[in-house]
């Protein structure tokens, strides 16, 4: 979008949330670049240039903007939209890869080599692989600066800067403070906000509108007991990070989610925000999704009623396509207490002083050596599950950021007792396809006959081709005519 300047020029001269995070806007006079919606007067075009990323800006020499703060927008919803390998390779830089393993690792991942990946990268959004992971520390570190005492050589090593030096002047270049600074001006504009020792407060940005009604629900209908629970307005899981375990509480407000973190170690930070904002999918675009959905006239009164509705997703691939077989036709209270039994047995235990959170959700590989007579399901459905988590553990079955979807739908497909529902769920929610459709779902066809639409699964479909490519955001107007606690916000 930014190569389009008369259409960037019209988002910043109107304001336009919804463009914040599609492109950024570079101030040639004042070398400072914002958010399409920055409160200021919008400068002159001739003085306004437009880069696809953050990291584009920073690296063209424009520091961040003070006052709309460009570097805490929404992302881009193009990066889960696609499943490209650019977007692919965004949605692991955004999860910390480049951090953890380096340019090679995200090369690795994704099947390319080093060089094809940097000039992929650059030639659509302006930088490299480490020029935007750069931008990426620069804002982990703005959030432990303002939200922790931490001292600032931890705060460095936490952000994943390998020097204090490099902090320093990243700081200072990004924003035009230097780090002292910064959190000397976040002192001062929250000084009467409480600080809990240990927790990191945040503020997730989304696009609006957001219908927290089947998002919340559809989490706490399902949740896990000793992984997840509602509590206090909040849901509220743990989380397995690479350095230590964290807690999370996530609460809906009328413009942004309150995020409370906990975390053993800073520096996973950067992968918990990522985890939750894909959780929660809040760098969805919902104005072109439901524009899309409007246009089939049966569907339309649904969205019109409930708009910015999104997919319920998950902060772990493997964990969601474990849940996915023990949910296989039984009813949600069954399946929580099949998955409730297989954590108290192989999941580690963690504290949580703040409520009832018991154990993190076991891994493959804690998972690969159960003894499947110790299960309490259909024989068929043991093979299923321990066929499942023993090629997640051998890595002959990967889900995750980098993910082929349509690879991974063929390798789900030829594991037994996976049918085109049990596939789909997990390309929906686990690996975050939003064209995920679910034709034989029981409630999605129940819905679908009482709108008047096709209730086969062939005619649904071929009616669906016109919500593409947004057939999963389709799913949860459907699911949301009927009664079931997944579709309400819980009290």
């Known amino acids: 979008m930014h190569t389009d300047t008369d259409r960037c020029v019209r988002a910043v001269r109107s304001k336009d949330a919804r463009f914040d995070g599609w492109f950024f806007t570079a101030v040639l006079t004042t070398r400072i670049y914002c958010r399409p919606s920055c409160p200021v007067v ?52 955004q999860d910390g890869v480049v951090d953890r393993e380096g340019v090679p690792g995200l090369a690795a991942r994704l099947g390319y080599s080093t060089r094809q990946i940097e000039r992929q990268l650059l030639a659509e959004l302006g930088a490299g692989p480490l020029a935007l992971a750069r931008a990426q520390r620069a804002q982990t570190a703005r959030l432990l600066i303002e939200t922790t005492e931490l001292p600032m050589a931890d705060v460095a090593f936490a952000a994943g800067f390998a020097s204090i030096r490099t902090f320093n002047d990243t700081v200072r270049e990004v924003f035009a403070l230097a780090p002292s600074e910064l959190r000397a001006r976040a002192a001062r504009s929250a000084a009467k906000t409480p600080h809990t020792p240990g927790v990191i407060a945040l503020r997730l940005p989304y696009r609006a509108p957001l219908n927290p009604d089947n998002l919340f629900g559809h989490l706490a209908a399902t949740a896990v007991p000793g992984v997840e629970e509602w509590r206090d307005g909040a849901y509220r899981r743990t989380l397995a990070l690479p350095h230590g375990h964290g807690i999370v509480a996530l609460a809906p407000r009328p413009d942004h989610i309150a995020c409370r973190l906990s975390l053993t170690d800073p520096r ?21 999704i439901d524009d899309q959905l409007r246009t089939d006239p049966l569907l339309a009164p ?4 409930a708009p910015g509705r999104r997919v319920p997703r998950t902060v772990d691939a493997a964990e969601f396509a474990v ?5 296989q036709q039984v009813s949600t209270a069954a399946a929580r207490t099949h998955a409730g039994r297989l954590v108290t047995a192989h999941g580690t235990p963690v504290d949580d002083p703040q409520g009832g959170l018991t154990h993190l959700f076991p891994g493959p590989e804690a998972l690969a050596a159960l003894d499947p007579e110790a299960l309490a399901l259909p024989r068929s459905r043991r093979a299923t599950l321990t066929t499942l988590v023993g090629a997640l553990a051998d890595g002959s079955l990967r889900l995750g950021l980098g993910t082929d979807w349509d690879e991974a739908r063929s390798r789900l497909a030829a594991l037994p007792g996976f049918g085109p529902w049990t596939v789909e769920a997990i390309a929906m929610r686990a690996l975050g396809d939003p064209d995920a459709f679910l034709p034989t779902d029981l409630g999605v066809r129940r819905a679908a006959a009482g709108l008047g639409l096709p209730s086969t699964p062939a005619a649904l479909t071929a009616r669906a081709a016109a919500w593409r490519p947004w057939r999963a955001y389709a799913v949860q107007y459907l699911w949301a005519t009927d009664s079931h606690p997944i579709n309400h916000l819980p009290a």
């Open 42 to 93: 919008p400068p002159k075009p001739e003085n306004m240039t437009f880069y696809p990323s953050a990291a584009a800006c920073q690296q063209a020499g424009f520091r961040a903007c003070k006052r709309c703060r460009p570097d805490t927008s929404p992302g881009s919803p193009e990066w889960n939209a696609r499943a490209d390998t650019v977007a692919r390779a965004m949605r692991l830089i």
């Open 268 to 288: 996973d930070l950067t992968l918990a925000i990522s985890r939750c904002r894909r959780l929660l999918d809040l760098d969805a675009d919902p104005v072109a």
């Open 302 to 305: 649904l969205v019109d009623q």
């Open 323 to 327: 849940r996915a077989v023990l949910g």
